[in-house]
Structure formats: C-alpha cells, structure tokens
C-alpha cells in the first residue's frame, strides 16, 4: 500500500514540476491566441479563405498560427470556414497550423526538450499542410466533399464564443477595458477548453517517467538500423497518441518522456502531428461530416504526418540538427528553484488572475454551455426579475425551449 501511494505522489510529483517548467510560456501563448481572436474580425477571416487555391491556403496558415492551439476549437472553426464555402484544403490547413504553428506549442517544446525539436514542430507543419494539398485529391473526390459540405451545414448550430472582432483603432483598443475584456474572456475560453487535456499530458508524463527503461527498450525499435527503427517509431508515435487522448499542448509533456525513453526524433514529430486523429475528434469529424469523409480525411491527415515526420528527420539529418543526447527523467522534469523561470512563472501568474478577474468582474456565465460572457455584448433574455446572458442565439434559443419563462410559471 506505501509503495503504491509512493507512486502516485512521485507521479504527481513529477507533472508538478513539468508544469511549472512551462507554466510562464503557455500563458504568453494563450495570452497572444487570445488577442487575435478577440481584435480580429471573424467575418473578414471567413470571407478571405472562400473558395480553393493557393492564396487562401496560405492565408488559412497563417490565420491558423495565430489562433488557440485547441485541437477541438480547431476543429470547429474548420467547419465553420467549410460550411461557409472554404475548401477541404483550406479547412485542414488552418487545422494543422492552429495545432502545429503555434506559439505556446513551439514555446513548451523548447523550453522541455529543446529549440530543435521547436523548429521542426514549424517545419513539419508547413510540410504537412503543402502535402496535404497535394495528395487531397487521391483520398477525397469533389463530389464527397460536397456531400460532407452539406452534412456540415445541417450539423451547423450557430454557435460560436467570443469572436468579438472591433473596427476601433489598435491604440485605442490597447487603452479600452471592453476590449481587453474581449481579451479576458477569449483567454478564459481557451483555458477552459483545454485545461483538462493539459492536465491529463502531464499526469500522463509524470506516471510514465516512472516505467523502467525495458518498458521503452521494448516499445520502440532501439537496436535495429536507422532506417528500420525510424520507420517503426513514425508508426508507433501516432498510435501511442490516438490512444493517449490527448492533444495539443498536452502532448509535449509526454512527448519530452518518450524522446528521453528513447524514440527516434521522428516519432518523437509524428507523435506531436497526430493530436488531430486521437479518436474523440475523429468522433467529431464523423458527426460534422459523415462516415465516409471523416475516415478518408483521417487517412489522408495519418499519412501526411508521417510522412512529414521521416521528411524533417532526413532534413534535420543533413543539416546536423537532431540532438546527440537525450535528457534524463530529472532533467525532464526540472526543478523548482530561484532563477528566471521564477520570475517569469510569477509574472504570468499575475497576468493569469488579471485576466481571470477581468471576466468575473465584466461577465456572467451562459447558463447553456457554460461559458463566461461580456454582460455588455452578451445576447440577454429576461426571465422573471433576472437577466440571463448567453454567448450566442443558439443558446438563448435552447435555454428558452428548457425553461417557461418566471412570470408564467
């Protein structure tokens, strides 16, 4: 029983420490995210990637790496875009950069295992989304993404959070408070979606920093040529993180336990690509647009990641930038201690309870999906002698259909 209770502290343990080694960094990250979604109109964003060909793929790209790094508002900005007449190419772009171009994701892969693999997570992406392009005719015809296009638009609810684009001048929004409001709570939002897939990765690398190394030595090819044994990793990486469920931000931390347990540098980027075909979104992907679109989708997305992965790996072989060492569990994990990380955990602590305070002290939460709201923009319904706020019609509408009004009761 003490042994057993011994484990799960030092897994905790172990997540504790990692979190606090990128604490600072994935609060900058959201911190950024969450400005260009609030100080960006939406609508302009949606009329720009209309349509197919290279411009809007380009500008879904870099859209895409400057939203949230939430695989699952990904995925639900994808398709809306779709809905609204982008392409297949234009939807998946703007997913693999919002996943994978990313400053918080190339922030926390630095600082836990290094600026290499930080530069190969952007490359990759880039890799990926010309890829996939290119081979997005041999999985999906025209006339099954139509048919996806209108599964999509009968799936389509309306509803969307805080895309609280604003034609004030950038100098006067960084002196409103109802802008930086917009800020706060498209922070919020983001923290709130992702929270528990964060959480779940560094639990997931504190417990499995604790396995023996045989438990890896058996895991990934270590012992055969090269060749073989990257081959096999860029296999293994996606399958281990289609069954982890985790996604996003959340897969560095295991991500860091895995290249320091010994898989080859590319699986350590193909594990990190596939947070987009872990089975809850591709649960999604069959809800929004059917069967046959979401499986050839995930087949064509399985294989542009791998195949980005081997090609960063032979890129990053001739340039003689994949690391020679790999890290130790303890320096994997760090440690707590009076130095830069100090400081700058506190400052985004301090930006963190800022924001945080903004919308508790501006906001209500949607009794509907439970999302916090500016009551000044917020779409309202008098029910008795209160108001009630909501981030959307579609959710005044389902809170109106489930509740009779005070007065009537």
Known sequence: MLDVLSTIVDGVRNAA????????????GFLVSAIVQAWVPRQRIEASLSGDGPRPVALATALGAASSSCSYAAVAIAKSLFVKGASTAVALAFQFASTNL?????????????????????VGGLVMIALMTIALRAFVAPRLEARAREHARAAESGHQHHSAGSDMPWRERIRSAAAWSDVAHNFRGDWQMLWKEIGIGFLLAGFVGLL????????????????????????????????????????????????????????????????????????????????AYALRISALMLVTMIAAALAVDGLFSVAGLIPTTRPSADDVFGEIGLNYKLVLNVIALGAFVALIALTRRRGAT????????????????????????FCSEQCRRAYGAGHEPAHAR
Do not use: H
């Open 17 to 28: 420490l990692m979190a606090y080694e990128v604490w600072w960094a994935l609060v900058f």
């Open 212 to 291: 023996p190394m045989d438990v890896f030595n058996t895991l990934f090819v270590t012992d055969a040529p090269s060749g073989v044994q990257t081959i096999q990793n860029v296999v293994v990486g996606p399958l281990i993180a289609v069954l982890s469920f985790v996604c996003s931000v959340g897969n560095v931390p295991l991500a860091a336990v895995l290249w320091s347990g010994g898989i080859s540098f590319a699986g350590v980027m193909a594990f990190i690509f596939a947070d987009l075909i872990v089975l809850p979104i591709v649960a999604i992907y069959r809800k929004y647009y059917g069967t």
């Open 102 to 122: 990313v400053w918080e994701l190339g922030l926390v892969l630095w600082i836990l295992i290094g600026w290499q693999f930080a530069l190969a997570e952007f």
């Open 366 to 389: 949607d009794p509907v999906c439970g999302m916090s709201v500016d009551r000044a923009k917020a779409v309202t319904l008098e029910d008795g002698r209160r108001t009630v706020y």
